[in-house]
């Protein structure tokens, strides 16, 4: 698929998603159109599948009779390759293209849908991918008000959305069937862009997801594994994939049960088996459902000053309990930190996005902060990003870099926050400024009023203050005035002044009128 078509793709299943909701909100819809653009997905895998199976015996799985006995029998046959190679189960009628169908035929088809999300999921019950297709759709509340006041509006509402998408070739049998994985992305970024403060709890922008991405895999080409503990809807990891020839495992953990259903969604509609990757569901900090594991690369936006409990058990707690202090209850971004690190593996990198303040703050933040610098030289760069590139917030931020194997004892500031393009809502970094923050990462390259290395000792006489400033020059100094020149111009404006002043009189006289005052 060109890039013309992947474009065309995406505009139509925004304006779909656009035009069908509707007065409902575009972040309420959002749930609606990406559950069901992944229920085609599923249905038109599972033909391709089903028929590949089936062509030894010139069938067509959509010509299979679910009633007969011949028919069960090749779809029980079918299932169990089905549910062990893609880890689900539909059956010919299940199919998105068959409900579609009744839909445009203006059959009542909500109840039916329902039945058939439901499956889906049943399907997968004690086996192997039980956990990645657990209460998947639940989101997709077919009985809500906010699809339509009488249940013939609300099945008529959803028909033009499934007719509408059935009209789509996703093209799934494609070797470039990732572009439907790319069109995903476009939607969960455009719901993002309107959906304020809300959007921070499930995107990272494109560009700064990019940024990290391309530092954890800095000198490498293979990854056997990457880890994000607030995942999101998992963008940032699939980020990560695109940098190296090959993920071997993608971990992650999310908090909010809509964004980690959508997290889910996305690793399957990129292509990642469902062995490949392991998402969970809970408070991060709190409920930690990783423990014991070591990875590769660790990348992450958290939410930023976000409270956690802080409680005394924390302690003893291993992520915690070498730093002799707790990040406070008001602000968890040293608790996500050493969380990450206690998970670092020795030859992994680490980049974390964090507010500044995490920075410079003192008290136990502080603490923490000089013995991740001084006691283990994990702090590997400090780069400062501009302000408003972040969606719902226009504070400024940072990336903080660490790794655990360094072969140095210097420290790489970046000051990037001048490096973007102003954009409506919020600022964007162009692929110039990213280009230029990787290559003076990965070159360790120090460049006037834009990136310095800082030996351990000047860290340590800042008092282990990381505030970009202090490390970098961004003073951009005026040009010195000079006093007795600028007299003499003075002098001279008032010579030329009254030399206009006399030729202005003599004029004056000479056609006999009185000069002016």
């Not at 059956?91 to 068959?98: N, R, V, Y």
């Not at 594991?293 to 990348?299: L, N, Q, R, T």
């Not at 800042?462 to 010195?480: G, Q, S, W």
Request: proline residues 2%; charged residues 30%; contains cysteine.
């Amino acid at each position: 698929m060109t890039e013309e078509q992947k474009k065309t793709l995406e505009a139509k299943l925004w304006d779909i998603a656009n035009t069908l909701r509707g007065k409902m909100n575009a972040d309420e819809f959002r749930d609606y159109i990406l559950g069901f653009i992944f229920y085609k997905y599923l249905s038109e895998k599972m033909h391709i599948y089903a028929n590949k199976i089936l062509e030894q015996d010139s069938i067509e799985y959509l010509d299979l009779d679910e009633s007969t006995e011949d028919g069960k029998e090749y779809l029980e046959a079918v299932k169990v390759e089905a549910v062990e190679s893609l880890g689900y189960f539909l059956k010919p009628s299940e199919l998105f293209h068959q409900i579609a169908k009744r839909g445009a035929k203006g059959e009542f088809i909500l109840e039916e849908l329902t039945s058939v999300l439901n499956a889906i999921e049943r399907s997968t019950m004690g086996t192997e991918s039980e956990d990645d297709f657990d209460h998947l759709f639940e989101d997709l509340d077919l009985t809500s008000t906010k699809l339509g006041r009488t249940e013939n509006a609300k099945n008529e509402l959803i028909s033009k959305v499934l007719v509408h998408l059935d009209g789509i070739d996703f093209k799934l049998d494609d070797a470039d069937a990732d572009v439907l994985g790319d069109a995903y992305e476009y939607l969960i970024g455009q719901f993002a862009s309107g959906a304020g403060k809300k959007a921070g709890e499930f995107y990272t922008p494109q560009e700064v997801s990019t940024i990290l991405a391309r530092i954890v895999t800095t000198g490498k080409t293979r990854l056997k594994s990457v880890y994000d503990p607030t995942c999101g809807s998992g963008s940032l990891l699939l980020r990560v994939a695109r940098e190296v020839k090959e993920v071997g495992d993608f971990f992650g953990q999310e908090m909010n049960r809509t964004t980690y259903n959508l997290a889910r969604m996305n690793m399957i509609l990129h292509g990642v088996h469902y062995r490949n990757f392991d998402i969970k569901q809970d408070d991060t900090l709190e409920h930690p459902m990783h423990d014991g594991m070591k990875f590769e690369a660790i990348v992450a936006n958290p939410p930023f000053s976000a409270k956690w409990s802080a409680k005394d058990l924390f302690q003893a707690d291993d992520r915690f309990a070498s730093y002799g202090r707790l990040a406070p209850a008001s602000k968890a971004d040293y608790a996500f930190v050493t969380h990450m690190l206690h998970h670092l593996d020795d030859n992994g990198t680490m980049a974390v996005v964090l507010p500044h303040g995490a920075l410079f703050r003192g008290a136990a933040e502080g603490h923490i902060r000089e013995f991740i610098i001084k006691e283990k030289n994990w702090l590997d760069a400090v780069i400062g990003l501009p302000a408003n590139i972040f969606y719902g917030t226009s504070i400024p931020t940072c990336v903080m870099v660490f790794k655990k194997c360094r072969e140095t004892d210097a420290v790489l500031f970046i000051d990037a926050s001048q490096g973007f393009e102003k954009g409506k809502n919020e600022n964007f970094l162009r692929q110039q400024d990213i280009n230029k923050i990787v290559n003076a990462y990965r070159d360790k390259s120090e460049e006037d009023k834009y990136s310095h290395l800082a030996s351990l000792k000047e860290i340590a006489d800042n008092d282990y203050n990381l505030n970009i400033p202090r490390y970098v020059d961004t003073f951009v100094k005026e040009a010195e005035i000079d006093l007795s020149s600028v007299t003499a111009d003075l002098k001279q404006i008032e010579l030329d002044m009254k030399e206009v002043d006399e030729t202005i009189k003599a004029f004056c006289a000479e056609l006999g009128l009185e000069a002016p005052v």
